[in-house]
């Protein structure tokens, strides 16, 4: 079983930026890909970006390409969203997700993949 609790959401300008984390508890936090996904009112939930197990491989969708950057410290078992410049059309609540696909070199780009989730914490882009 593995639990995830993300913070760093909040308020900010467009333009500006935020850094998601998220901590993982148990031991076998390196053995699972990791994901950031987002759900807005307006759109269901999708993916953002992953990580795999090693931090070799990363994936990003297409609308955060050049601006979000996902990243991992396996000796502390978070994994970390850099977002920045950020517009009002990142507004959403974000998700940590943890998919155990061993040590796959391919990043897990569907949500089904992925075994267990965070809460989510919101993060609101004003223009």
């Known amino acids: 079983q593995v639990q995830l609790v993300e913070s760093g959401g909040g308020l900010v300008q467009a333009g500006g930026s935020l850094r998601l984390s998220c901590v993982a508890s148990?031991?076998?936090?390196?053995?699972?890909?990791m994901g950031w996904f987002r759900r807005s009112p307006k759109k269901e939930r999708e993916f953002v970006a992953g990580?795999?197990?090693?931090?070799?491989?990363?994936d990003y969708a297409d609308s955060v390409k050049g601006r979000f950057t996902i990243s991992r410290d396996n000796a502390k078992n978070t994994v970390y969203l850099q977002m920045n410049s950020l517009k009002p059309e990142d507004t959403a609540v974000y998700y940590c997700?943890?998919?155990?696909?061993?040590?796959?070199?391919?990043?897990?780009?569907?949500?089904?993949?992925?075994?267990?989730w965070g809460q989510g914490t919101q993060v609101t882009v004003s223009s």
């Open positions: 990580i795999t197990w090693s931090g070799r491989s990363t």
């Open positions: 997700a943890a998919a155990n696909v061993g040590t796959a070199v391919v990043v897990p780009g569907d949500l089904r993949e992925y075994d267990y």
């Open positions: 148990g031991r076998t936090f390196s053995s699972y890909a």
